[in-house]
């Protein structure tokens, strides 16, 4: 008995021992061969993120955690477990005999798609320190690694100290829950050696410490100067660390949350302590998934990284509360909740990336948040407590339905349709009988452009809603509904008619910005004016001038179509495909006035000759705004207008405006304005890059539900060898391979059912010759060749 008990304890201390050890290695043999981008150092004190879908951390890439954002004041930065946020953040000091060092300016950030590092290799004499961090998968907690390499031939003795800095606090909207924050209690958890948080008056807690012993301080850091707003309260952890020669140790630190109770923080704190490296390598590999979908390969690096990144980006936006749904969050950090439009948009490229599980979750929490509208309008922006702030704009409806039919061309799934069909049925009837009060087919209201005053009958909402009407007319085809299906289609082909006709603005060679009286547009001219000549834009200021002169002879009810702004959105239109060739031809040569290096205006008298130069920051303005932006959304909505009117290499160019922004300031991401404000992530830039390269560069338009896949590609100029592969539709799954040459075009598609019918077609003006599969294939004289592929393996030689 006494020899059993004598080998247990050895047993126990035998693990303890090397779990000891094991502490003193870090994660990088786990980023071998991780793609990672190095930041730019002038953007050290500018925004980062650490990404998860339960938790995660925004801060300063140099390190530190500064109050941040403004939509909770100051509090959009720190560690998120949503609804409520953990901590404000942390600091690091050094303390070396006599000197002693805080770790709050890094020298290198470096960002990989699942987690990201600081180097400071400067701070302290000898000793270069790394950064490490990365949020688990479904899980409420960080975990973040210290480690210290002693580069040079003395063996050193440091104290290393750490103080976390709570903050338990509710998100945005929490007052109209009846949500209330409180000062946070600290106290220690004796049997783990960590410090744990909780509010005064509600069960939030945090629970943070580490893999080694320390010795634990209450209070703010003994050498850091640190004191963030807030209720929250700071714990000290204090390490005596040895560091041989050229040696190197590690700390490694697990930050659990729970806005639910003690003991859900401890069991998720525990795990991780134990089996933290298990989780990173679910991460990566997870990531490798998503790159592994849609994959591209062109000789365009730069595009290829960004296409890739972005991919990236959209996994980390995911917001999950399991008590409310799981989906797409908008943009990090300002707008970490839901959005029915930004969803939209940014579904539309989801889809088409592999995504069918992000797409299904998302818009499954969309439709249930809309539902307490109860009318099948499409709610705007919801807060993760599950408080809506908007119930929706008038667009958001209409496009709502287009996404349900595009997700249905690609999945081809019957209940998925049945399920959202009744939505979008309530959702057009609501559109129109409760919005378009003079029954012209134009819903009034506010579109993408929230301008004060500017809610009359917007291009937006009219090109939307044609487009909503011809999916929906598809719908109720596919359900049965014929006389249903008829009316929609009349409505749909009424509206572009008058859309044609009764926006378009022959002077401007432009659609209009809205339709309203001419009182309407004086009202908004005057605003206009100040904001042009606020900006200093004399052009601006003297068409308006010259605009309202004109109108002030018109009568004042009289209601037509007017340019004042040159929003963004009068190239919807195009987007939709619903211009006629000469207008659309004519408007995307105006709108392309309209731009800077990095891409469109939001409002087109924003710019001026200027802009053409300019290749720095945006300045933006003391209060967050967007006048004066550049939008990733209107590049890509221009992006993908130009493709429909057979115009990729202008497509190509919007692109490559908006890579320009690519790591400008976050490695590895796009700013919402660009190159480097607002949000340094955002969901719609999916739609920007996805949709026109997946879409159109490679013409892909799925017929899921019918098994068919039509392939029209669309190959910029510069582009002579393409591959996409691992585009999944379906059950079907589908490689594609262009190879230009000066004989003409060779194409390799794979599929991998032989249930399905593969449509290639290209203009027959283009090639004399066709040989599919290594056999001479006759053309004839139509304006298209079509040619129907039933075989898993395909290569078609079209010579000129």
């Known amino acids: 008995m006494i020899r059993a008990y004598n080998f247990i304890l050895f047993f126990i201390l035998f693990i303890s021992a090397c779990r000891k050890e094991d502490s003193w290695s870090d994660f990088s043999s786990l980023l071998v061969d991780v793609e990672s981008i190095n930041g730019n150092p002038e953007y050290l004190s500018s925004p980062f993120v650490t990404a998860g879908d339960r938790v995660y951390m925004v801060g300063h890439q140099d390190g530190s955690f500064p109050d941040l954002g403004w939509h909770v004041q100051g509090e959009m930065g720190g560690i998120w477990n949503h609804p409520i946020k953990l901590m404000d953040g942390f600091t690091a000091a050094i303390r070396t005999g006599e000197r002693s060092y805080c770790l709050d300016k890094a020298d290198e950030f470096i960002n990989y798609p699942f987690a990201n590092k600081h180097r400071y290799s400067k701070s302290v004499p000898g000793i270069l320190i790394t950064r490490f961090q990365f949020v688990p998968d479904n899980q409420q907690c960080i975990v973040i690694e210290f480690t210290f390499e002693n580069v040079d031939n003395s063996k050193k003795q440091i104290e290393f100290e750490f103080t976390g800095h709570t903050d338990l606090m509710p998100v945005w909207l929490g007052e109209r829950a009846g949500i209330i924050d409180d000062v946070d209690n600290l106290t220690i958890d004796e049997e783990r050696m960590a410090w744990r948080g909780k509010d005064e008056r509600n069960e939030w807690y945090v629970l943070f410490g580490s893999d080694q012993k320390a010795k634990m301080i209450e209070g703010p850091s003994s050498i850091c100067n640190y004191s963030p707003q807030g209720n929250g309260k700071e714990g000290r952890l204090n390490y005596n660390i040895t560091l041989p020669e050229n040696g190197t140790r590690s700390v490694r630190f697990i930050i659990a949350g729970s806005y639910l109770n003690q003991k859900e923080v401890e069991k998720t704190y525990d795990m991780l302590l134990n089996h933290s490296e298990n989780f990173l390598k679910e991460k990566r590999n997870h990531y490798e998934q998503i790159a592994s979908k849609a994959k591209l390969t062109i000789d365009d690096k730069q595009l290829q990284k960004a296409y890739e990144w972005v991919k990236y980006n959209t996994e980390w936006l995911v917001r999950e509360v399991p008590e409310i749904g799981r989906g797409l969050g908008a943009g990090m950090p300002d707008y970490p909740w839901w959005f029915g439009v930004d969803n939209e948009y940014a579904l539309k490229g989801a889809i088409a990336t592999g995504r069918k599980d992000l797409v299904y979750k998302t818009i499954e929490l969309i439709h249930k948040l809309s539902e307490t509208n109860g009318n099948g309008k499409i709610v705007h922006e919801v807060s993760t407590n599950g408080v809506v702030f908007n119930p929706g704009n008038i667009n958001e409806t209409p496009q709502f339905a287009s996404l349900i039919w595009w997700v249905y061309q690609w999945t081809g ?132 001038k010259a605009t309202k002169r004109k109108l002030s002879t018109y009568p004042k009810n009289k209601k037509q179509g007017f340019v004042i702004f040159h929003n963004w959105v009068v190239n919807t239109p195009m987007e939709m495909k619903i211009a006629d060739q000469e207008k659309a031809i004519r408007a995307l040569d105006k709108g392309s006035r309209f731009v800077n290096p990095f891409g469109v205006f939001v409002t087109g008298i924003d710019r001026d000759e200027s802009s053409e130069m300019e290749d720095g920051s945006f300045s933006g303005s003391k209060v967050f705004s967007y006048t004066g932006a550049v939008m990733t959304l209107p590049t890509g909505v221009q992006a993908i207008a130009e493709n429909n009117y057979g115009r990729p290499d202008k497509a190509l160019n919007y692109l490559h405006k908006m890579t320009r922004s690519f790591s400008f300031a976050l490695p590895g991401s796009i700013y919402e304005v660009s190159p480097d404000y607002g949000m340094m992530a955002q969901a719609w830039n999916l739609y920007a890059y996805a949709v026109p390269i997946i879409t159109q560069f490679f013409g892909i338009q799925p017929e899921a539900h ?39 075009l060779s194409a390799q598609i794979i599929q991998n059912q032989n249930d399905w019918e593969i449509h290639f077609k290209v203009p027959r003006k283009d090639y004399e010759q066709v040989i599919l599969n290594g056999k001479h294939l006759e053309i004839g004289d139509s304006e298209w060749i079509e040619i129907i592929l039933n075989e898993k393996s395909n290569t078609i030689e079209l010579l000129k």
Request: no cysteine.
């Open 413 to 544: 799934d019957k209940d998925f349709l049945s399920q959202y069909y009744p939505t979008i049925v309530d959702g057009l009837k609501w559109l129109m009988e409760e919005n378009d009060k003079d029954n012209n087919l134009f819903p009034d209201g506010y579109g993408m452009m929230e301008i004060h005053g500017l809610e009359s009958e917007m291009i937006d909402v009219a090109s939307y809603t044609q487009k909503a009407f011809e999916d929906a007319a598809k719908m109720a085809f596919e359900m049965g509904e014929k006389e249903r299906a008829e009316s929609y289609q009349q409505t749909a082909f009424n509206l572009k008619e008058k859309i044609n006709k009764e926006f378009w603005v022959e002077e401007f060679s432009s659609f209009a910005d809205f339709i309203g009286t001419t009182t309407e547009a004086l009202h908004l001219i005057d605003a206009a004016i100040i904001r042009a000549d606020t900006l200093n834009k004399p052009w601006a200021v003297e068409e308006l």
């Open 706 to 744: 019918n098994k068919v896949i039509h392939i029209m590609p669309l190959l910029p100029e510069s582009w002579n060898n393409s591959k996409l592969e691992n585009v999944l539709i379906g059950d079907n799954k589908i490689d594609i391979a262009f190879v230009k040459s000066t004989l003409g």
